[in-house]
């Protein structure tokens, strides 16, 4: 059963930085493009960022180009989003994605972890 | 960026009513769009990819299609467990996007 699990949502002041992590399992992690993907309190859905299978390729929304950084672990089957100098429009539930292949359609979606920026 | 707008933001429907939601790209993006649903404090769900191309899994009831700009997916024969927010999305190009979403209340 393909699995992910985000962590590391919390509540963090404007201009500081977080880390989420997605821990993904059931399926061989390294074959996939992974994704993130947002949605603001009682708001639509935002794609972040999307990084290709070996990490050698990585897109990102233009709001956050600069400040967010995807990662991912292939050997520990891990997911990652550095966020730097967060702002309050970055408050959000943010969710770990595996496109079915590429950046085509989503077949698996996380839980979400939620982020706050606010003093 | 290819914008998505879908109509209508919200649609209050009574159950076993047909819905229809749509979905206009801002530029042809071929079959590359995708809809989702999502209840309340749940994940988003696939219900059809590539326009018109069923999920395994997902109720006959939901179907997808259109092609270029405008696509539409239709609920058949409403039921109250359909409650949710709908999301078209685009895969054709990056930055990938999503419609704003529509609303479906059940009456």
């Known amino acids: 059963e393909v699995q992910l699990v985000e962590s590391g949502g919390v509540l963090v002041q404007p201009g500081g930085s977080l880390r989420l992590s997605c821990a993904a399992s059931?399926?061989?992690?390294?074959?996939?493009?992974m994704t993130w993907v947002r949605q603001a309190p009682g708001k639509g859905l935002e794609w972040v960022a999307n990084?290709?299978?070996?990490?050698?390729?990585?897109y990102y929304v233009d709001s956050v180009k600069g400040r967010f950084t995807i990662s991912r672990d292939n050997a520990e089957n891990s997911l990652y989003l550095q966020m730097n100098s967060l702002r309050a429009e970055d408050t959000a539930v943010y969710y770990c994605?595996?496109?079915?292949?590429?950046?085509?359609?989503?077949?698996?979606w996380g839980q979400g972890t939620l982020v706050t920026v606010s003093s | 960026e290819i914008l998505l707008t879908q109509s209508p933001d919200f649609q209050s429907v009574t159950p076993k009513e047909k819905v229809t939601i749509t979905c206009r790209a801002s530029?042809?993006?071929?079959?590359?769009l995708h809809w989702y649903q999502q209840k309340p404090d749940q994940s988003p769900k696939v219900l059809v990819k590539?326009?018109?191309q069923s999920i395994s899994g997902v109720p006959s009831r939901f179907s997808g299609s259109g092609s270029g700009t405008d696509f539409t997916l239709t609920i058949n024969s409403l039921e109250a467990e359909d409650a949710a927010a709908y999301y078209c999305?685009?895969?054709?190009?990056?930055?990938?996007?999503f419609g704003q979403g529509t609303r479906l209340e059940i009456k």
């Open positions: 990084i290709m299978q070996d990490g050698s390729e990585k």
């Open positions: 530029q042809n993006i071929g079959s590359t």
């Open positions: 059931g399926f061989t992690f390294s074959n996939y493009w």
């Open positions: 994605v595996r496109p079915f292949s590429g950046w085509s359609w989503f077949d698996y």
């Open positions: 590539y326009a018109s």
């Open positions: 999305h685009q895969s054709s190009s990056l930055p990938i996007t």
